[in-house]
């Protein structure tokens, strides 16, 4: 089952060496919820500090960032929302992060949940047939041109888009990666980002990208998480994706987010195999 709240754990005081209990809930569920933490921007990388290495965002090292800083994320009637769709962050890099922690620090009157669904469960659902079609695959992911024509137009700095593209060029990843420390293998969806596949053509790669995408859909792979100020949620970016519904708009919602290194994605043919 995907989610579980946890109770009677204060975040501010997790470290390296008591982290354990939690990775293991993570690994299990995909997505934990932590009430009314109201943590610091400090102590949220702290806290993504004892799950591994902090990440720094990606635009942020073209700007020569060296240390890690926490994302504001904040919808509101100047902002639309432009996470309203299933994904997994920033698949478009060698490495892409392996945990998010995201901290809810304003929230509208209705409206503004956070969804998260079973990339996992997709991969264990499918026929053994299309299973392994799936994991001959690699497909391109691409910050290009989505996303950097998104991030120069938010910037209102001329030329972002195409300095982000030469930084990071497309990179190539399996369709079904396997959990480095579970075994467990999950359908990997870039979303926006993620192109076709070298083995089909675009015709042949459309129907099977739909029919996943739609496996997103069904609720018996969901669990949405309704927030209240100061609430804390983390997921297994390898697990699981994630949508930020945007039936708030145009009221305020403000959250922060922090990642954490991962390591390249693989498919390991053996581990985790039914």
Not at 256 to 269: C, K, M, S, Y
Request: glycine share 8%; proline share 7%.
């Amino acid at each position: 089952m995907i989610g579980a709240e946890v109770e009677g754990v204060e975040l501010k005081t997790v470290t390296t060496e008591s982290v354990a209990p939690i990775e293991d809930a993570l690994y299990e569920h995909g997505v934990l919820f932590f009430r009314a933490q109201h943590l610091t921007s400090d102590e949220q990388i702290e806290l993504a500090r004892a799950f591994g290495e902090p990440s720094i965002y990606p635009i942020s090292k073209i700007h020569g960032a060296t240390e890690p800083v926490c994302s504001v994320i904040e919808d509101g009637p100047d902002s639309p929302p432009t996470t309203d769709g299933w994904h997994t962050d920033v698949t478009w890099i060698e490495s892409p992060p392996k945990i998010a922690i995201l901290c809810g620090l304003e929230v509208p009157e209705y409206g503004g949940h956070t969804m998260w669904a079973s990339a996992a469960d997709v991969y264990d659902s499918l026929s053994p047939s299309i299973q392994g079609l799936l994991e001959g695959m690699e497909a391109e992911h691409t910050c290009w041109p989505g996303f950097c024509e998104t991030a120069e137009r938010k910037s209102e700095v001329e030329g972002l888009g195409r300095r982000i593209a030469d930084a990071y060029p497309p990179v190539m990843h399996p369709v079904v990666r396997t959990h480095p420390v579970t075994g467990q293998k999950a359908y990997y969806d870039g979303s926006s980002t993620m192109n076709g596949v070298a083995e089909l053509s675009d015709a042949e790669w459309e129907p099977l990208r739909l029919m996943l995408r739609a496996m997103f859909d069904e609720p018996k792979r969901q669990v949405r998480w309704s927030w209240t100020e100061g609430d804390v949620a983390i997921w297994d970016e390898r697990l699981v994706v994630h949508r930020g519904v945007s039936d708030h708009f145009p009221l305020r919602r403000v959250v922060r987010r922090i990642t954490v290194d991962g390591e390249r994605p693989f498919l390991d043919a053996i581990a985790g195999a039914n």
